[in-house]
């Protein structure tokens, strides 16, 4: 199984789906830098994800990992916020298997800069393609109704990925 880092999307939605676990299911490591930590535990108190992934930082399946090249992250900040810059260095430091972002420009920037990556859908279609979840679609229009941009052409291909 592959290690990954993960921006702080993946892990709030998945989080809000009840799924983060899903995460320590597919894949060996997960890595957070400093700044997810912050996004989603510290800024994100009684919000989705706080409480999950405080506690599998706990549980010891994911790490909160410094970023050793501060330059490196002040060149990714252009265009991008603090996770997704931290995020980005921390999976060419770590010669990560994969990174997990949502938003465009984030995945932009790490495919130029040759990463592997996928996001929630991407990590929901593999659980759903491994057998760890029978269905995607009451998933999908959960994270539609909670603020997930997912445009209808894009929900039809995860669903017809899936066989659903």
Known sequence: MPS???????????????HLTLLQNLYDQVL??????????????????EAEVRQAVRSGWVEVRAIASGPLVHLLKDGLDDGEAEAI????ESSADLVLLDETQAREKAG?????????????????????????RPLLDQLRRESFWISDDLYRRVLEAVGE
């Open 32 to 49: 957070i830098p400093p700044a997810v930590w912050r996004e989603t535990v510290e800024e994100g108190r009684g919000r989705a994800g």
């Open 4 to 18: 990954v880092v993960s921006d702080t999307s993946p892990l709030v939605h998945l989080s809000r789906l009840g």
């Open 112 to 136: 130029v800069m040759g990463l592997q990556l996928t996001g929630t859908l991407g990590v929901l279609i593999r659980a759903r393609s491994e057998g760890k979840v029978e269905t995607l």
């Open 89 to 92: 260095a921390l999976a060419l």
